[in-house]
C-alpha cells in the first residue's frame, strides 16, 4: 500500500502528498547534530485502493486483482464511513448496484468501477429529488440517454449525491437532506450546486462522480475541494434531459481526481447521433498542444471584482503558463456585472414562477408563495422576486442573454485560443455564509451572483470550461479556470493533461482522508 509524507499542516488543514511506490516505516527529521530522531508514523489512506484512479481501478479488475463485487463493498464501506461526516451521498443505492455489477462488461472502459450520480438526472426507478421536499417521491421510469451511455460505459451506480434545491443557489444544503460539508476543512461550504458529488471525490469515496452544470456547477464546487471539473460544449455528449433536447444552460460531465478519468467518461458518453462536433476516440494525452493565446481575466466582472489574495494565486498561474510556452496577455469582459445580472436574473428565475403556481392551483390552503411548505424561503423568495417581470421584460433577457452575451466572447476568442481567470471571485466561505431556510434570496442576491460571475457565461454561450486545482488559498485547494470557444473541448483537455503534468494535484488530500 502507498503511504503519505506530511508536507504541511496549518489552522484547520492538513496537506499531504504521495511517496509514490513506497512501503515506508516511517520517516526520520534531522537533529542539529545531524543524528536522526524518532521516526514520525507516515498516514495511511482509509484504504489500499484509494491510490487509484478510475481507469486504476478498471485495470485492477480486468487484470482480475478484485472483483467488481469487491471494489463495490470498499465504496460502500468508505460512504458509511465518510458520510456521517461530510453528508455527500443523500440516497444510497446499494442494492442496486449489488444487482447491476454481477452483469459487468469487463471489456468496457470502466470495467464495474462505482460512481456517484448527483441528484438532479434522471435514472430509471431511482428517486430524483433535485434536493427538495416537493420531489422527494419522484421516480422516473426510464433512464435519459446520458445515464445509459455512463451505464455502458462500465460505470456502477452506488449513489446520488446532494445538491441546493432545484440548484437554485450556491450552497450544497436543502432541507430534505441538510448541508454537505468540504472534506478539508468542515466549517466550509463546497458552494453548489455539485456540492456533494465535489465532496465525495475529495474525500475519497470515489475517483470519479457525475455532475451537471448549469451556471458553474461542475467548476465551483472542485474549486473549492482540490478537484478537476469540466463543464463540456452544449449538445456534444448524450442529453440528461427526458425527452432527448439539450437544455439551454445545463450540461452533464465528471467530476475527478485525474484528468484521464474525466476525458474518459466525456469520450464514453458523447452523443451518438447528430453531434455537432467530431467525436472523440482515444485519449488526447499524447497529443502536442500548440502553444496558445491565453487572454487572462485578471479582475472579473465590473462590480463582482475577484479577492486580492485570489488575483495574487492566478497570477503565480500565469508564470506558469508562460513557462509552458504559452503566451498570457491580461483582458476584460466589456461587461457592467449589475446590468448583466439585471437580465440574468430576469432570464433564470422565471422558471420558479409556473412551479409555485402549479403548487398554489393544486392546494388551496396556499393563498400566497410564502405559505407553501414543500419549498425552502430561498426558493419561495426567488419565485416572488420573478413572479412580475411581464412577457416583454423576458424577451428582452432573452435576447440579451443568447444575442448579445455569445457576441461578446465570441469576439474575445476570435483573439484568444483560451480564456483565463480564477474559478470563483470569493474564497471558500463558512457553511453558514447561506441558510437557505432562513434567508431570501434579496438577503443574498450579490453573493450569490458574485459566486458565479465568472463561470456563468461558459452556460451562456455554450463553450467547454474546466476548473484545474493548481493553487491553495488559507490552507484550503483553490482552481483555475480555463475557457475555449464552442466545440474546442479537446484543447482544454490538452492543456489540462500539460498541467497536470507540470503541477500535479491528484494525490493531495484532506487530514480525514487518512487512517
Not at 478484485?66 to 463493498?73: D, G, R
Not at 422565471?350 to 403556481?357: A, G, I, S, Y
Amino acid at each position: 500500500m502507498e503511504r503519505r509524507d506530511f508536507v504541511k499542516k496549518s489552522g484547520s488543514s492538513v496537506f499531504y502528498t504521495a511517496i509514490a511506490g513506497s512501503v515506508l516505516p516511517g520517516v526520520f527529521s534531522s537533529c542539529e547534530n545531524g543524528k536522526k530522531e524518532t521516526p514520525q508514523i507516515i498516514p495511511e489512506l482509509f484504504d489500499e485502493f484509494m491510490q487509484y484512479d478510475a481507469i486504476g481501478l478498471s485495470e485492477l479488475i480486468k487484470t482480475k486483482q478484485i472483483s467488481p463485487a469487491e471494489l463495490l463493498e470498499v465504496v460502500i464501506k468508505r460512504i458509511e464511513y465518510f458520510n456521517p461526516k461530510i453528508n455527500a451521498v443523500n440516497i444510497k443505492l446499494y442494492e442496486r448496484a449489488r444487482e447491476m455489477v454481477l452483469n459487468t462488461n469487463s471489456n468496457s472502459v470502466f470495467a464495474g468501477v462505482p460512481v456517484l450520480i448527483k441528484d438532479m438526472i434522471d435514472i430509471g426507478g431511482v428517486v430524483r429529488s433535485d434536493g427538495s421536499k416537493l420531489m422527494q417521491n419522484n421516480i422516473p421510469s426510464e433512464s435519459v440517454s446520458y445515464i445509459v451511455e455512463l451505464e455502458k460505459s462500465g460505470l456502477t451506480i452506488v449513489g446520488r449525491t446532494n445538491v441546493p434545491e432545484f440548484a437554485s443557489h450556491s450552497n450544497t444544503w436543502n432541507e430534505l437532506f441538510g448541508k454537505t460539508l468540504n472534506p478539508w476543512d468542515v466549517t466550509k461550504t463546497v458552494f453548489g450546486s455539485s456540492g456533494g458529488s465535489s465532496a465525495a471525490v475529495a474525500a475519497g469515496i470515489v475517483p470519479l462522480a457525475h455532475g451537471t452544470d448549469g451556471a458553474g456547477s461542475n467548476r465551483i464546487p472542485p474549486n473549492a475541494c482540490g478537484l478537476f471539473g469540466f463543464k463540456p460544449s452544449r449538445g456534444r455528449l448524450a442529453s440528461g434531459e427526458k425527452g432527448g433536447a439539450d437544455d439551454f444552460l445545463k450540461t452533464n460531465c465528471g467530476i475527478s481526481r485525474s484528468v484521464r478519468d474525466n476525458e474518459q467518461l466525456f469520450i464514453a458518453t458523447q452523443k451518438r447521433e447528430n453531434n455537432p462536433y467530431v467525436t472523440i476516440k482515444n485519449s488526447l494525452k499524447n497529443i502536442p498542444l500548440k502553444s496558445l493565446k491565453v487572454g487572462y481575466i485578471r479582475t472579473g466582472l465590473e462590480g463582482y471584482e475577484i479577492d486580492p489574495e485570489i488575483v495574487a494565486k492566478q497570477d503565480e498561474i500565469v508564470k506558469l503558463l508562460t513557462s509552458l510556452g504559452h503566451q498570457v496577455k491580461e483582458v476584460t469582459i466589456p461587461l457592467n456585472g449589475d446590468d448583466f445580472y439585471d437580465q440574468f436574473n430576469v432570464f433564470f428565475l422565471t422558471k420558479f414562477v409556473p412551479l409555485v403556481n402549479n403548487i398554489m392551483a393544486n392546494n388551496s390552503a396556499y393563498t400566497e408563495i410564502g405559505d407553501i411548505k414543500e419549498l425552502t424561503n430561498f426558493v419561495k423568495t426567488e419565485a416572488i422576486f420573478a413572479k412580475d417581470f411581464n412577457e416583454e421584460e423576458l424577451a428582452k433577457a432573452t435576447d440579451y442573454i443568447t444575442n448579445t452575451i455569445p457576441a461578446i466572447f465570441e469576439s474575445m476568442f476570435e483573439e484568444n485560443d483560451v480564456l483565463f481567470s480564477a474559478v470563483c471571485p470569493i474564497k471558500t466561505q463558512p457553511i453558514e455564509f447561506l441558510n437557505p431556510m432562513t434567508d431570501s434570496f434579496m438577503d443574498k442576491k450579490f453573493i450569490v451572483g458574485q459566486t458565479l460571475s465568472l463561470t456563468c457565461f461558459a452556460n451562456i454561450c455554450g463553450h467547454p470550461a474546466m476548473s484545474v486545482p493548481l493553487s491553495t488559498i488559507d490552507n484550503l485547494p483553490l482552481g483555475s479556470m480555463f475557457q475555449a470557444s464552442i466545440g474546442n473541448d479537446e484543447s482544454l483537455y490538452q492543456l489540462a493533461y500539460q498541467l497536470e503534468e507540470a503541477k500535479p494535484w491528484k494525490d493531495q488530500w484532506p487530514e480525514m482522508s487518512y487512517k
